[in-house]
């Protein structure tokens, strides 16, 4: 009887699930601030100021990810460096490729929202993200 239950809450957990639809993809576009890694062990470590956040422009599922530096007047900083990205989608999951000068890879799109972002990567890091809120000294 316990297995039955214990099946049938895994069963409930996966379907309550909704996953990445490819209609929110376009959620990704914005400025996304880093707020937690969650590491392999199950630790995580919260990130409670950054100085660096991420800008992400996608369209038809092409685009860019560029490391921004907000400043006090509402404008953004930046090194003019940008990793060039495209959405892929295999067996129902979504996946960002970034290809750069040096290199080459992929992070799973876990979790997509207006306010929230979870990626993981090859090691099974798990970032999340949230959307930026820019400062106001008003």
Same mark, same amino acid.
């Given at each position: 009887? %316990? ?11 996966? =379907?309550?699930?909704?996953? $990445?639809? %490819?209609?929110?993809? /376009?959620?990704?576009n914005g400025y996304w601030e880093?707020?937690? $890694?969650?590491? $392999?062990g199950g630790e995580t470590k919260?990130?409670?100021?950054? &100085? ?6 996608? %369209? ?17 900083? !930046? /090194?003019?460096?940008k990793e060039n990205i495209k959405?892929?989608?295999?067996? /129902? /999951? ?5 290809? !750069? ?5 992929? &992070?799973? @799109? @876990?979790?997509?929202?207006? =306010? !929230? ?10 970032? !999340? ?6 400062? =106001?000294?008003?």
């Amino acid at each position: 009887m %316990k297995k039955l239950g214990v099946l049938f809450i895994t069963v409930l957990l996966i =379907s309550c699930h909704a996953g $990445v639809k %490819k209609e929110d993809l /376009n959620k990704l576009n914005g400025y996304w601030e880093i707020k937690q $890694v969650k590491l $392999v062990g199950g630790e995580t470590k919260d990130y409670k100021v950054n &100085e660096t956040i991420d800008y992400f422009e996608l %369209k038809d599922n092409v685009g860019f990810r560029q490391k921004v530096m907000p400043q006090f007047d509402g404008k953004f900083r !930046t /090194n003019g460096i940008k990793e060039n990205i495209k959405i892929l989608e295999k067996q /129902n /999951n979504f996946f960002i490729e970034y290809n !750069t000068f040096y290199g080459k890879w992929q &992070e799973e @799109i @876990i979790e997509l929202a207006d =306010s !929230t972002l979870v990626l993981k990567n090859k090691d099974n890091l798990e970032y !999340t993200y949230k959307k930026f809120k820019p400062f =106001s000294l008003k």
